[in-house]
């Protein structure tokens, strides 16, 4: 049976509702830790990573096709892709999802961890021996300076994962390879160690912060452990890694040498250099291009889940659309479905609300599609949102509206369908204004904008992850600047509740808020296609959630 074939079979019988399952950060409770390979029990080396396949190869070059052009390279504080790809195969985690599963969390430089009874307190046992690139020790003061970086940032330092942390009161150094997080109350287990394991969550050395103010965001290559370390780079064509000879992963990374070429998603360049055999991974191809790849003898590629949704921010500091009733008028105002095949031939985008469509949370495909906004006939909705405008005090339109666009083809597609549609039902005259993806979101933290257009990531399903992140108050990702205090004490309950039954109940209640007093406008969520040639081996994208916690590369090889 050919690679191919095989992998469509398995990827196949992988149906929604196993997929979530799988899922170690599908649901909460203790399940989960007892059958990870590292907590308490497990000793030091007992635990090493390999390639999936028996008698994999060493050698080679993996020539990588994926977005490089980020706007600094401080992965702590970035939300894009066009960081982790490059600099990713650079570093290690604390603890991390398996790259053969994409979901199981295993031992990384934490060989095994403990979660005490009340829940309130993670103590990971960290690995001797371990080396940064430039000869350096990794100890638990590492892993501290990393963590209170991402849990409490000093000034003019922003991280996204922060919320993630939220419970987290107190980072305690037991002795050089031991270390304790203390949280000031419960929360779900599986909840705690998926953030752990988030690939964002690189661990560098507190010296390294120390001599930059801890602001890495100018500084190119610092230090880490990781399998590839860093050779070269010319700015938006290629960053070259070679293998670390001192792995601590012994017989890890099979490769010898990486070259990651800056191509854009979703664009033809990217598709066309992978057809044309210029590189051997595309990440992020367009269906157009990935349909050729499946038909290629030789080659495979595959959808899967991304973590990242494309909203339009609204700027609730900009009158009048601190008015929830404007807001949810021009929600109502866009054909989600029309919007989902005006980018059909660039991704495979998915039509959803405020949760992840594909997740347990999500209120059900088949009543979404009852719901105004979301409805396959705009009639009703239209009618809806010219009735709010009204209200409001604006039945004519508004005029000279700055929408500002992420240099990105699907931000591009959509900000013109957009642009027609609020004109349309509302009479919202928008002028576009194209801003560089590596400066998109700085122009958005900033509040230079009404209307922006682009994509955030999150690390988790889980909704206290994004609750937080994108709508909570002062959330990182929060770029309306949109706060609603019902929802905010909602989301509190939310975090702290154990009950899976009751988190889902609370959840729905957080819905039905955000439906009516909008933080950003859902035009829809992510999915992805890889594409490659079956010589590489040792990778499996096919039921990964987000492609932030599978970039190392470290279990890949060529067959060749």
Do not use: C
Not at 76 to 102: E, W
Not at 175 to 204: T, Y
Not at 359 to 380: F, N, V
Not at 543 to 554: C, E, S
């Amino acid at each position: 049976m050919s690679d191919r074939h095989t992998r469509t079979k398995l990827a196949s019988v992988m149906n929604r509702r196993t997929f979530l399952k799988s899922l170690g950060i599908a649901a909460g409770g203790a399940a989960l830790v007892s059958r990870l390979p590292g907590p308490a029990g497990a000793q030091e080396g007992t635990f090493q990573l390999r390639a999936p396949e028996p008698n994999p190869k060493s050698g080679g070059t993996l020539r990588y096709g994926v977005i490089t052009a980020a706007a600094h390279f401080d992965i702590h504080q970035s939300g894009t892709v066009a960081n982790m790809a490059p600099q990713g195969p650079m570093y290690d985690n604390l603890i991390r999802r398996d790259p053969r599963d994409g979901q199981t969390i295993i031992p990384d430089l934490a060989y095994k961890w403990e979660i005490a009874p009340d829940g309130k307190t993670y103590t990971f046992f960290l690995r001797k021996g371990v080396k940064f690139h430039d000869g350096a020790d990794f100890t638990a003061e590492d892993v501290k300076a990393t963590f209170s970086r991402i849990i409490w940032p000093p000034k003019g330092v922003v991280s996204p994962r922060t919320p993630l942390f939220s419970a987290v009161s107190e980072i305690r150094i037991l002795d050089p390879h031991r270390i304790e997080f203390r949280l000031s109350e419960p929360r779900p287990s599986k909840f705690m160690l998926g953030a752990f394991a988030s690939g964002w969550n690189v661990i560098v050395r507190k010296k390294t912060l120390e001599e930059n103010d801890y602001n890495l965001r100018q500084v190119m290559t610092y230090p880490g452990t990781g399998p590839f370390r860093h050779v070269s780079r010319k700015d938006k064509e290629v960053w070259i890694l070679e293998k670390n000879p001192n792995y601590w992963n012994k017989g890890l990374p099979y490769l010898d040498r990486l070259e990651i070429y800056h191509l854009p998603p979703f664009s033809p360049e990217l598709g066309s250099a992978l057809l044309a055999g210029k590189i051997d991974y595309a990440r992020a191809l367009d269906p157009v291009s990935a349909k050729k790849v499946k038909e290629t003898r030789g080659m495979s590629s595959t959808p899967y889940y991304q973590s990242v949704i494309d909203p339009v921010w609204v700027n609730n500091q900009k009158k009048p659309f601190g008015d929830p009733r404007v807001r949810r008028a021009m929600h109502l105002a866009l054909d989600h479905h029309v919007l989902v095949d005006v980018v059909k031939d660039v991704a495979p985008f998915l039509v959803g609300g405020f949760i992840y469509p594909f997740s347990e949370w999500a209120t059900p495909e088949e009543e979404m599609a009852k719901r105004l906004g979301y409805q396959r006939d705009p009639k009703a909705a239209i009618q809806e949102a010219r009735r709010l405008m009204a209200e409001a005090g604006y039945p004519t339109g508004l005029k000279g509206v700055d929408f500002v666009v992420r240099e990105v083809a699907t931000s591009k597609l959509f900000s013109v369908a957009i642009q027609a549609m609020l004109k349309e039902a509302l009479n919202i005259e928008t002028k576009l204004r194209t801003v560089q993806f590596a400066v998109f979101f700085d122009e958005m933290q900033a509040g230079n904008f009404d209307l922006g257009i682009g994509a955030i990531v999150s690390t988790l399903m889980d909704p206290s992850d994004y609750f937080n992140a994108w709508y909570g108050k002062d959330g990182p990702q929060n770029y309306s600047k949109w706060h609603n205090q019902a929802f905010q004490t909602l989301v509190k309950q939310i975090d702290r509740e154990l009950d899976e039954a009751k988190r889902k109940a609370l959840v729905r209640q957080a819905e039905a808020i955000l439906e009516q007093d909008l933080p950003l406008l859902p035009v829809t969520w992510e999915k992805l296609i890889d594409g490659w040639y079956n010589y590489v081996k040792g990778h499996n994208p096919y039921n990964i959630f987000g492609i932030y916690d599978a970039v190392r590369w470290d279990t890949v090889w060529l067959d060749k």
